[in-house]
């Protein structure tokens, strides 16, 4: 009897062991078009899934192609997540290159761009820089609130591929939503204590208009929405004078963008460079943004500390 218990104990934990690699290969194989995407899925799909993303930790989406091993990303997945809003113009290519038939979410399905306006039709700020450059602005995620429709969007999706897991992504997403309403609460609150006239940021690309609206931060940036578009002489010139005129004092770079035109900007403006934001893209897992609300906690952060000096 002193024997039988222990040889028991030891079929039950090797049997247990046997089946733990059979669970983990059922987890259903979701794709996300990029970085900060793939971490809002993984919140709200949890153990159920298993996310993969193609567009990586400090990669750009803007200039992103395709690699062999991408279409074979896309042929095993059973479930694709995009932006929407024209950020993943590759997209339906590389599906069509895999073969691919299964669903494509939108996870912005639901909010409205931000437009712009063209070249044609030039807005201008105070000193004259071009406030847009002729398209909707894609970056919807800088807004919380708007994070807070891609979960719910990712939530459904999930729950049809998936109805025996529906329950828990529900669970999942309002568990998120209520982290991302605290964050947008404490954001709220701390752009709420700089007065309006010193809420001005120089940026590489056109990347936080949603975040400057729903903050009321105006940033400026001499390149459009995608960092695969040139600015002109005379824009770089426009917001030079408009950085010396209003005496901005916070400017950054991001993460994903070549550093090169901001640091002629600074340069020729005679403004210090405010260190990093993550725009389009989480930091490696060692980094100061790992997932979505540590990113927008951290370029907050980053944020404030320079707009009190304007």
């Known amino acids: 009897m002193k024997l039988f218990r222990p040889l028991s104990a030891l079929l039950a934990v090797l049997a247990l062991a046997l089946t733990l690699p059979a669970v983990a290969a059922e987890r259903i194989p979701v794709l996300a078009s990029f970085s900060i995407l793939g971490d809002i899925v993984a919140n709200v799909g949890g153990d159920r899934i298993s996310v993969s993303t193609l567009v990586g930790p400090d990669e750009d989406a803007h200039v992103f192609q395709p690699a062999p091993d991408d279409i074979k990303a896309v042929a095993r997945a059973r479930l694709i997540v995009v932006n929407g809003l024209g950020f993943e113009g590759w997209m339906e290519r590389l599906a069509q290159s895999a073969n ?122 001499a390149q459009g929405v995608s960092t695969d578009s040139e600015p002109s002489a005379r824009d770089v010139a426009a917001l030079i004078r408009q950085i010396r005129s209003e005496k901005i004092k916070a400017l950054f770079f991001e993460n994903m963008s070549n550093p090169k035109l901001l640091q002629q900007i600074a340069r020729e403006s005679g403004t210090a460079p405010g260190g990093k934001l993550y725009a389009d893209a989480l930091s490696p897992a060692a980094g100061p943004a790992p997932d979505y609300l540590t990113l927008m906690r951290y370029n907050i952060t980053q944020l404030l500390e320079k707009i009190r000096l304007n």
């Open 100 to 221: 691919y038939r299964g669903p494509i979410v939108v996870a912005s399905a639901g909010i409205k761009a931000r437009e712009r306006v063209g070249d044609d039709e030039e807005e201008h700020d105070h000193g004259g820089a071009h406030a847009h450059h002729g398209k909707d602005d894609p970056h919807a995620w800088q807004d919380p609130q708007n994070v807070i429709v891609y979960t719910r969007n990712i939530a459904a999706a999930l729950a049809k591929l998936d109805p025996a897991g529906a329950e828990v992504y529900r669970r999942n997403g309002e568990a998120y939503v209520a982290r991302l309403q605290d964050l947008d609460a404490w954001a709220a609150r701390q752009f709420g204590q700089i007065p309006d006239a010193k809420r001005k940021v120089i940026t590489s690309h056109d990347a936080f208009e949603y975040f400057g609206a729903r903050y009321k931060v105006r940033f400026l940036a």
